[in-house]
Structures are given as structure tokens and as C-alpha cells.
């Protein structure tokens, strides 16, 4: 989140973060800048905890950058929650970036041998200490050429005591919006966001997303704008679609609605079967169900209660954690469910233990058949960019074929979505092109996963 332009902008940083919790809820930062200091507040756990009235009145100025994390890379602890701030020759900069970086190893040894020190395990510093040991003259240069040196998945946004940067990958994997508050009696406020929910609070409207390989920048005078890399393909994340992203955002120049409602109609024309209900697993499976319902005929109901007071348990950082968070997070509608054949929607099947505990939830509460239908491909391959799926060798569908996860999570039968379904529902006629790597094993960057690497054998 980044607000550049308004006289409360760590409050409104807060707002935008408060829309935004859903993509991360282990730790938080906002950073804002009034031309002279650079302040930075952040603290383990949610925002409405560590932004207090007392905290928020601490972060003075009107340009603010603000983030929510869950770990894909460094260690779930205080010192890796962002923004980060670097003092460095290129003066204070404030860095919040979602994605993952893939050419680590590499770039953070050649800087340390330059004499870079690192504050974090994140890979996300390493942009910093870029832009910090940059040989360019400008700072907008210096910002270009460490995004050049840099592979995998990055939207940014930067800070330092008089202007804001936002920066997409070339090759676009996570989003990044571009909106625009009016101010009658003065400059627009500019606002940026990973998705587009966090303006609707803000009552600003959505101008346009960070194209892949731009760099933008803020300051009095206006906005301006580079491209610092072009020609390679698109590949965004088709998980935002299927997951990530909540429904009442515009990611891709696509509303996740519409493609979740695609996914649910998409699965009827492939993989019907007789049964009474459509029953969603809340909250990832719920437009996806209602597009099974409407496209099936068949009625749709709750027949799962969700807790919301409970985080999301695929974000959870431990398997432990996990397994009671599913009986914490959702409970069965008997009077619904009883004696009915129900068709189950969920969006993705990761591990296979929560879904196994939630068909044997629906069974217990007296359903005669469970149809479980995933809204998504077989999950076979982890992602390297800033999604958290576990290694390989924990992924059901990785190690097992349809029937061997059927009978594992003890469905009557059990129904993916197919990959050529899942694109077209999530293209929407927008010519996107996306990273469906989780679901082929095809990488569209190089990478090397550090678990692979075995030490070098010593000399005899």
C-alpha cells in the first residue's frame, strides 16, 4: 500500500492495509515521510493491533507506504516485517514488497563482498542494498538498474523522505494497482495497492495497474513513469484468481468474482453428478459454488458455518496449528446436511489433511454422498514467487493420482477443474497470460531451490 499526497496518510496507509489483511496476517509496518524525516512503525501480528490511535499519531507527513506479511522467504520474526528502512548513500529509503525473489544466493554474496550489510533475513532488503550500492548518479536510475538485477516475483513500492516509487516484475506474476483520490482544492492524492478492495475504502477510483517491467514515480510535481524492462511475457499468478485475492478485487484487469464464478460454472460442464445441495467450504469456495449452483440448477446453501474470527488456515505458519484451526473454523449445518447427497466446492487441495477432515465433518453430520469438486488443477509443483505451498514431497497431488486423493480424503468422488478450464475462466477475453507453474512443474524463470543444493564434497 502506498498513499502519496494526503495530509493523514499513515491513516490512510492503515485503512488501505486493513482491506488488504487477508493477503498476510503475521506481521505489519507502516512507513511515512513528510519531506525532512522518514518514520517507520511495524510489529508481529494484525493491523487493528499494532496501529493504535496513540501509534498512528506517531507517523507524521502525507506520503505513507505501508505492508502485511506472511513468510515465503526469511524467518516469521520482527525483524523481517516490512517496510523496510535502509540509511544508505542514496539517503533513507523505505521498501514494501510482495513476491519472492529466485536469484538470491548470487546477488546478496556478490553485495556483501562489496560490503553490504544485511539488517534482515528478507529477501526483500536485497532491492535496497541495490539501489544503495548502485554505480548510477540518480536515484530513479540507481531503482532501474537494481530491478534489472533482480529475477522472480516483485510489486514494490518505495519511499523515501519526498517521494514514492511503485515497481512491477517484468514478467507481472503479483499485482499492483494505481488509483487516484480527488482533491478539489489542491493535487489528487495517489494511491497504490496490491488489490484494487483497498481503494473502495478509500473512496479512491482505480486508474490503472502498474503495467509488468514499469517504474513509477511520485513527487510534488506529478506523476511520471519508465519502463525499465520490456519483452518478456506476461505470467501473473492464476492463483490470485483462484485464491488469493478476495472476490471484490480487480486483479489482471479481471474481477476474481467473475473468474471464480467461471471456475464453479466450468466444473459443472466437466464433472457433474446427481446430488441435492452445493455446499461451499467458506470462504475460498464460495464463488466458485455459486457458479456450480447457477450453472447446475442444483440449490445452493451454507451447510458449513465458518468462524471468522479464525485466520486463514493455509497462511498458518505450522501443520499443528492447522489441524485444530479446521474444527476452530468450521461447523457443520446437520439440519442441511442430513441425508443428502452434497456436491462440496473448494477452491485447491494442497496437503489433503483439511480436506480429508472436512468431508469427514460433512459425513458426520449425517450427509449420504460427499462429491468434493476443486475449483483449480492438481496442485503438483511448489511456487517460487511468492506463494507459500509446501516442497513437493508434502503435496498430495504431487505423489498420488486422482483416485489414490480420492480415497485418501474419503470422497465419493473427487473432480478437478482442468488447467485449459481454469485459463479460460480466468482470461475473461483480457489477453492474459499467466505462471500456472504449482499445477504444470514448468517455470517461466530459472531458479534453484537451496534444499537441492548439496555441499561441496571435501578434497582428499
Keep these: 500500500m502506498a498513499i502519496h499526497g494526503h495530509p493523514e496518510a499513515a491513516r490512510q496507509a492503515y485503512l488501505g492495509l486493513y482491506a488488504l489483511q487477508h493477503r498476510g496476517q503475521e506481521s505489519a509496518g507502516i512507513a511515512s515521510a513528510d519531506g525532512t524525516n522518514l518514520s517507520n512503525i511495524k510489529g508481529m501480528g494484525l493491523v487493528s493491533d499494532i496501529f493504535t490511535e496513540e501509534v498512528l499519531a506517531k507517523l507524521n507527513g502525507d506520503m505513507a507506504i505501508g505492508h502485511t506479511r506472511y513468510s515465503t522467504t526469511g524467518d516469521s520474526a520482527l525483524l523481517n516485517a516490512q517496510p523496510i528502512r535502509v540509511d544508505s548513500t542514496k539517503g533513507l529509503i523505505a521498501i514494501a514488497h510482495n513476491g519472492n525473489l529466485v536469484n538470491l544466493g548470487n546477488v546478496r554474496a556478490k553485495l556483501e563482498r562489496e560490503g553490504a550489510f544485511f539488517q534482515t533475513t528478507s529477501d526483500s532488503e536485497i532491492i535496497v542494498q541495490l539501489i544503495a550500492h548502485s554505480k548510477e548518479g540518480t536515484l530513479v536510475d540507481a531503482i532501474a538498474d537494481s530491478l534489472r538485477q533482480v529475477d522472480g516475483a516483485f510489486s514494490i513500492v518505495m519511499m523515501t523522505r519526498d517521494r514514492i516509487f511503485a515497481a512491477r516484475d517484468p514478467r507481472g506474476f503479483r499485482p499492483l494497482s494505481m488509483g487516484r483520490i480527488e482533491n478539489p482544492d489542491g493535487p489528487d492524492t495517489i494511491v497504490f495497492a496490491s488489490e484494487t478492495c483497498a481503494f473502495d475504502l478509500l473512496r479512491a477510483k482505480f486508474e490503472r495497474d502498474v503495467q509488468p517491467g514499469e517504474l513509477v514515480m511520485v513527487t510534488r510535481d506529478g506523476v511520471t513513469s519508465r519502463q525499465y524492462s520490456t519483452g518478456v ?74 468462524n471468522h474470527y479464525v485466520g486463514r488456515t493455509f497462511i498458518e505458519p505450522e501443520q499443528r496449528v492447522r489441524d485444530f484451526g479446521v474444527k476452530l473454523k468450521l461447523n457443520p449445518v446437520r439440519n442441511l446436511l442430513e441425508g443428502k447427497r452434497i456436491i462440496l466446492i473448494d477452491d485447491s487441495i494442497i496437503r489433503g489433511t483439511t480436506s480429508r477432515k472436512i468431508v469427514r465433518m460433512v459425513r458426520s453430520a449425517g450427509a449420504k454422498e460427499v462429491h468434493l469438486r476443486i475449483s483449480c488443477p492438481p496442485t503438483i509443483s511448489p511456487c517460487f514467487y511468492g506463494v507459500d505451498t509446501p516442497r513437493k514431497q508434502e503435496l498430495i497431488a504431487a505423489n498420488n493420482s ?29 489477453g492474459n497470460h499467466f505462471c500456472v507453474a504449482c499445477y504444470t512443474g514448468e517455470y517461466p524463470t530459472q531458479w534453484i531451490d537451496v534444499k537441492d543444493i548439496l555441499p561441496a564434497a571435501v578434497a582428499q
Excluded at 480424503?409 to 481454469?422: F, H, N, T, V
Design 402 to 430: 486422482i483416485e489414490e486423493i480420492r480415497q485418501f480424503i474419503e470422497a465419493d468422488s473427487l473432480a478437478y477443474l482442468s488447467l485449459e478450464g481454469l485459463q479460460k475462466a480466468c482470461d475473461g477475453g483480457e
Design 233 to 306: 511475457p506476461q505470467s501473473s499468478c492464476i492463483f490470485e484468481h483462484v485464491y488469493f485475492a478476495r472476490p471484490d478485487s480487480k486483479i489482471f484487469n479481471r474481477w476474481v468474482q467473475e473468474s471464480r464464478e467461471e471456475m464453479g460454472r466450468q466444473l459443472v460442464r466437466e464433472s457433474h453428478v446427481e446430488a441435492d445441495l452445493v455446499v461451499p467450504v467458506p470462504d475460498s469456495g464460495v464463488t466458485a459454488a455459486i457458479g456450480y449452483a447457477a450453472e447446475s440448477g442444483l440449490p445452493f446453501r451454507f451447510g458449513l458455518i465458518r
